[in-house]
């Protein structure tokens, strides 16, 4: 049971570089999101999805690009790096349920280095 | 004003003590609530949910909510030196959750 994977785990890339976080989860959950925590503070949302082709922003979505063209895929782009955007990423997942209630469920998170 | 605040911190308890963590929020809109926990370098762990007024127990945990009062808490009991670690208490609303800073808790044996 894969549950919900990110790739890559590390990352450095250079200031003005495109950059794909990945996202996987194999438990056709409805939703989807990205988060981002930086040293000393808590989680910060950037965007997240409800379902396939349907994405929200967050709390601090600018400089970020989302993609959901399939139930378990969620894809994070930086389109031009920064070095503010260094920080530890982590994708969430969790289930719609009748009760309007659910659980989110974390990856192991992708530590981005902007130089 | 933050959307949801928790206790500054660091906690620190002895060894078999009660650890409480507190979380106040400001949406009265907010439907679920949550606990997670997350030690150095890992992923955030859920330990508690609870949705309705009133206590939750689950093992050594307890959850409080109290709607009116904008209040949810954490409570720990026996405390045990493997809890030591970072606690998040998020608050969810139309299909997205807000997490506070986290309350580090330290358990000294």
């Known amino acids: 049971d894969a549950g919900i994977t990110q790739s890559p785990r590390y990352k450095i890339t250079e200031t003005g570089r495109q950059v794909t976080l990945m996202c996987h989860q194999t438990?056709?959950?409805?939703?989807m999101f990205w988060y981002r925590q930086d040293l000393g503070h808590g989680l910060r949302l950037i965007y997240y999805?409800?379902?396939?082709?349907?994405?929200d922003k967050g709390e601090v979505p600018d400089g970020y690009v989302v993609s959901r063209s399939k139930t378990e895929n969620f894809p994070l782009t930086l389109e031009s790096a920064t070095r503010s955007q260094t920080s530890v990423y982590f994708c969430?997942?969790?289930?719609?349920?009748?009760?309007?209630?659910?659980?989110?469920?974390f990856g192991p998170g992708t530590r981005l280095t902007v130089t | 004003q933050k959307e949801v605040e928790q206790n500054s911190g660091p906690l620190s308890v002895p060894e078999g003590a009660i650890a409480s963590l507190n979380c106040t929020y400001s949406?009265?809109?907010?439907?679920?609530f949550f606990w997670y926990r997350q030690y150095s370098g890992k992923s955030p762990e859920l330990i508690m949910f609870?949705?309705?007024?009133g206590d939750k127990e689950d093992g050594r945990f307890t959850a409080q909510l109290n709607k009116a009062s904008q209040y949810v808490s954490l409570l720990i009991r026996d405390s045990q030196p493997s809890d030591s670690a970072t606690y998040l208490c998020?608050?969810?609303?139309?299909?997205?959750?807000?997490f506070g800073d986290g309350t580090t808790l330290t358990v000294k044996p």
């Open positions: 969430a997942s969790s289930a719609e349920k009748a009760s309007g209630n659910y659980e989110q469920y």
């Open positions: 438990w056709s959950h409805s939703y």
């Open positions: 999805s409800a379902a396939a082709d349907i994405t």
């Open positions: 949406d009265r809109g907010s439907q679920s």
């Open positions: 609870i949705y309705s007024n």
């Open positions: 998020a608050v969810r609303n139309a299909g997205k959750s807000t």
